[in-house]
C-alpha cells in the first residue's frame, strides 16, 4: 500500500443519507465498518468531518446572522458529529479520540498536533471536529491543513459523487468525469473539487486529493489501495 496513513474528509451531508437533516445511525455504522476494515490493514486514519446536516454557517450567514457567529455554530456541530461517528467506531472496535480546535475538555482533547499523530502511532482513529477554530474557513480547508500538519500520504475527499466533473452531472446529462487532475487545473477551472485555500494546501505540501462516492460500500478500502475509483488530483497527474 503507498498510503500508511490517511486524512477522510467527511460532509456533515455524508452522515444524512436519505434523511432531510440530522444523522442516519445506519449510515454512521455503515462508515465505521468502512473504517475498521481499513484500520485492520494497518492503515492509520485520521478524520475531518463537516456539520451541514445540523448547521451551516454560510446559510446563517445570508440570512443575516453575524457570519463569524454563524461559523462558531457550525463548528458546535461538527463536533456533534464528531462525537456520533466516535460511538459507532468504538461500538464496531475501533479505538478512537476526538481532538477539537475549540476547547471543550468535557467532551474531547484540545487539538495538539503531536498528541494525534501519536494516538495514530497507536492505531488509534483520530476525529478532527469543530474546524480550524477559526470563522470564515471551511471544513475543507481544515482537511487539507491537518493533512499537512500530520503528515498524511493523502487527503481522501468522500462525497455523494463519483469523482470530480467538468459541470454538474445532476444538472448535465453529458458532464464528462475526470480521472486524473493536476492543482492547477481545478483551480483555473473552479471545479468545486475543495475550496480553493485546501486546494492551494495541499498543492503547496505535494499532497494528493482521492474524489469519490462514500455510497458504494468498500470504496474506503479501494482507496487506499489505490484501485482505480473516482478522481485523483496532484501535482505529478495528468488531465484525463
Do not use: W
Request: overall charge negative; hydrophobic content about 45%; charged content about 20%.
Amino acid at each position: 500500500m503507498t498510503y500508511q496513513r490517511i486524512l477522510l474528509k467527511l460532509s456533515g451531508e455524508a452522515l444524512m443519507g436519505e434523511l432531510a437533516y440530522g444523522i442516519d445511525p445506519m449510515i454512521v455504522q455503515g462508515i465505521a465498518e468502512e473504517v475498521l476494515e481499513v484500520v485492520s490493514m494497518g492503515v492509520q486514519v485520521a478524520i475531518v468531518v463537516g456539520g451541514g446536516n445540523i448547521f451551516r454557517g454560510v446559510k446563517g450567514a445570508s440570512a443575516g446572522m453575524d457570519r463569524a457567529t454563524a461559523d462558531y455554530i457550525g463548528m458546535i456541530a461538527t463536533v456533534m458529529n464528531a462525537m456520533t461517528l466516535q460511538d459507532s467506531l468504538e461500538r464496531a472496535g475501533v479505538p478512537t479520540r476526538v481532538q477539537t480546535a475549540i476547547e471543550m475538555k468535557e467532551v474531547a482533547e484540545p487539538y495538539i498536533r503531536r498528541r494525534a499523530i501519536r494516538h495514530l502511532e497507536k492505531q488509534r482513529v483520530v476525529i478532527f471536529g469543530a474546524g480550524s477554530g477559526n470563522p470564515f474557513f471551511t471544513t475543507d480547508t481544515t482537511a487539507a491543513l491537518r493533512a499537512a500538519e500530520i503528515n498524511a500520504d493523502v487527503v481522501f475527499k468522500a462525497t455523494k459523487v463519483d469523482g470530480v466533473y467538468d459541470s454538474d452531472p445532476n444538472k448535465n446529462p453529458n458532464a464528462q468525469r475526470f480521472n486524473t487532475l493536476t492543482y492547477a487545473h481545478v483551480l483555473t477551472q473552479d471545479l468545486k473539487v475543495m475550496d480553493s485555500t485546501a486546494i492551494a494546501l495541499c498543492k503547496d505540501n505535494n499532497i494528493p486529493i482521492v474524489v469519490f462516492d462514500l455510497s458504494v460500500r468498500g470504496n474506503i478500502r479501494r482507496a487506499v489501495m489505490e484501485e482505480p475509483i473516482g478522481t485523483v488530483v496532484g501535482g505529478s497527474c495528468e488531465i484525463s
